[in-house]
C-alpha cells in the first residue's frame, strides 16, 4: 500500500528557534497534502491544506507566517514551525492525497515537537 | 460543512465482548466516512472507509462498520474485544474533494 512518511519522528527545540516537519508520499505522487495537529487526548485539527506548486491554504485560526508550509515537488511538503513557543508543542500528522478522491488520503506516522 | 459526533469519549468493554463505537455525521452531500485508529504515541491507522458502495464495510482487525443514511450513522463494531484493541478511535467525515474532518475520538479500554 501507499506510504507517507514524515521526519522527524520526535524533535525537541528551543523556544525561539525554528524547526522543519517533512511529509513524503513514498510510492505515490499526492496532488494535496494537508497538515493536521493533535494535542494530548485530543481531536486532530486541520491546519493547512497544501497543493503542489501553489500557496498554503490555511484554516482559520493558524497563523500562516508561523507555520510555514511548502509544497514544492508531488512527493514532499513541509511544515516550519517559526519561532517556536512551548505553546507550539503538538503532534502533528501529515496526510496525502494521490487524487483528491476521498479515498486515496494516507497519513504520515506524525512528528511530536516539543519546545522547551 | 460537515461535521462528525462521536458518542463516549471513554468506551470500556470486557475482554471477548461486543464493541460498539457510535459516530454520527453530518454533510450536505454525500460522505465519505472513514474509522482510524491510534495507539498511544503513534499515527493513524485506517480501520475501513465508506465510499458509497456497499454500506456493510469490512475492515482491518474484525472490525466492520455500517452506513446507516437514514440515522446519519457510521457506527464501529467488533464482535469479540481483544486487549490489543485498546486505542483511541476517531471517526471522520469527507465529500471526496475536501480534508478529513475529524470527530473527538473514543478511547476503547478493554479489562481482562
Known amino acids: 500500500g501507499a506510504v507517507v512518511s514524515q521526519h522527524p519522528s520526535w524533535v525537541i527545540c528551543k523556544s525561539g528557534t525554528s524547526v522543519k516537519i517533512e511529509c513524503r508520499s513514498l510510492?505515490?505522487?499526492?496532488?494535496?497534502m494537508f497538515w493536521y495537529r493533535q494535542f494530548p487526548k485530543q481531536s486532530l485539527m486541520l491546519m493547512a491544506t497544501s497543493n503542489e506548486g501553489s500557496k498554503a491554504t490555511y484554516e482559520q485560526g493558524v497563523e500562516k507566517d508561523k507555520f510555514l508550509i511548502n509544497h514544492a515537488s508531488l512527493t514532499l511538503s513541509t511544515l516550519t514551525v517559526t519561532s517556536a513557543h512551548p505553546e507550539d508543542s503538538s503532534f502533528y500528522i501529515c496526510s496525502a492525497s494521490r487524487d483528491m478522491t476521498g479515498n486515496t488520503i494516507y497519513f504520515g506516522e506524525g512528528s511530536w515537537l516539543t519546545v522547551v | 460543512a460537515q461535521s462528525v459526533t462521536q458518542l463516549g469519549s471513554h468506551v470500556s468493554v470486557s475482554e471477548g465482548a461486543l464493541v460498539l463505537l457510535r459516530c454520527n455525521y453530518s454533510s450536505s452531500v454525500p460522505p465519505y466516512l472513514f474509522w482510524y485508529v491510534q495507539y498511544p504515541n503513534q499515527g493513524l491507522q485506517l480501520l475501513l472507509k465508506?465510499?458509497?458502495?456497499?454500506?456493510l464495510v469490512k475492515g482491518i482487525n474484525g472490525f466492520e462498520a455500517e452506513f446507516k443514511k437514514s440515522e446519519t450513522s457510521f457506527h464501529l463494531t467488533k464482535p469479540s474485544a481483544h486487549m490489543s484493541d485498546a486505542a483511541e478511535y476517531f471517526c471522520?467525515?469527507?465529500?471526496?474533494?475536501?480534508?478529513?474532518?475529524f470527530g473527538k475520538g473514543t478511547r476503547l479500554s478493554v479489562i481482562a
Open positions: 510510492d505515490f505522487q499526492a496532488t494535496t
Open positions: 465508506y465510499t458509497s458502495a456497499a454500506t
Open positions: 471522520a467525515v469527507s465529500s471526496g474533494n475536501t480534508p478529513l474532518v
